[in-house]
């Protein structure tokens, strides 16, 4: 399929970078069925002596997460937020180069909770890749890269990250699609990855990894949100001469890649950002995660709502399905409304109520909450 025509197919695409935001969509209406509940409710085999003594055990898939995590950073720039990883033994990190656009200088954080402060030292113009120094990590080291496309639809992939600010957080799928092709301006976007492990904005940078090898695969870099589990990867093949070229002689000046370049390319864009945040809510609620959906509530709603009532008033919930978003500015954030239809659990039978939802949603700590929300039955 061409590139033209793939693109007619496609309203408009998401960033899933800088933030816990920076997000451009693809379709940004109908982010399919998400979830909520009462919607204002607060052994391993031993290895035998046949087998050669100098074999490398096979790591498991918990062993590779472990290993990977401690190698993915998160970055805070100018533009807001995304993620990176360690590539090589300097202490360089990849990333996006919307994520750290505007910035020199940012703040990296690991696993474990160190800041150390990072350098730009190369930055694509129409590429979407950036490499930062920080000097400190050059001890530790990196993830071992997969050094040539060798990626086929139906491999066993994980993507970490910190979607929405949520650091070391992991979500798997397999390659679902090849070849994908869209411009972004001001960045060109050719032969990605297509896959199903869901990520979200502050993913930006973070390494798609085999979940068979642990081999980085690529760089994750966009999503689809109107369809369910559908997000795009940057080969890691296609931009390791670039990145290794600026890693042995980095950037004495940066170009200005800044989102002046397109009014669409907003390391903040509250509105959009909002939207997806009250999106994950409910996807989080859909798959049962009700700690990440609990995390997305403000400090003010979390303290009259325990966790533990927050859960149970979902328990008797079902499927969820979500109209359109919309959001209007406010102060320091906006207001998210949604019309939504809520499969619900009586002791009558199921039954199928639409509730009209409006959710307020704002900046804590650098990261988008959803502080309040209401809603009234739809006849």
Known sequence: MSKGIWISMIACLLIAGAGAG??????????????????????????????PAAAKAKKTRKEIIEDSQKRVVTIESGEGLGSGFLYNGKGDLLTNAHVV?????????????????????????????????????????????????????????????????????????????????????PYTYSNLYQISAPIAPGNSGGPLVSAETGDVLGINSASATDEAGIGFSIPIASVLKQAEAWSEHPMSEL?????????????????????????????????????????????????????EDFRSGYLKTGYIS????????????????????????????????????????????????ILHGKGKKVD
């Open 322 to 369: 979500i109209g359109t978003l919309t959001a209007e500015e406010q102060d320091g954030g906006a207001m998210v409304s949604v019309d939504i239809t809520a499969e619900e659990r009586r002791d009558t039978g199921t039954v199928y109520q639409t509730y009209r939802m409006s959710y307020s949603v704002g900046y804590e700590n650098g990261n988008l909450k």
């Open 255 to 307: 170009p200005d890649v800044s989102s002046d370049d397109s009014d669409d390319y907003d390391g903040r864009d509250t509105l959009a950002d909002s939207q997806s945040t009250v999106a994950s809510f409910y996807q989080s609620l859909n798959a049962g995660d009700y700690v990440t959906a609990y995390s997305l509530l403000g400090s003010d709603w979390q303290s009259k709502t325990s966790y």
């Open 101 to 185: 656009a505007g910035s020199r200088d940012v703040t990296v954080r690991t696993m474990s909770h160190k800041e150390y402060k990072g350098k730009v030292i190369g930055i694509g113009t129409d590429t979407d890749v950036a490499v930062v120094r920080v000097t400190e990590l050059k001890a530790t080291q990196p993830l071992q890269i997969a050094r040539s496309n060798k990626a086929e639809i139906g491999d066993e992939i994980l993507a970490l990250g910190s979607p929405l600010g949520l650091e070391n957080t992991v979500t798997t799928g397999i390659i679902s699609g090849l070849g994908r092709s869209f411009d972004i301006e």
């Open 22 to 51: 920076g997000t451009y969509w693809i379709h940004q209406s109908a982010e399919r069925d998400l979830n909520e509940g009462p919607l204002l409710a607060a052994a391993g085999q031993t290895q035998t002596a046949a087998q």
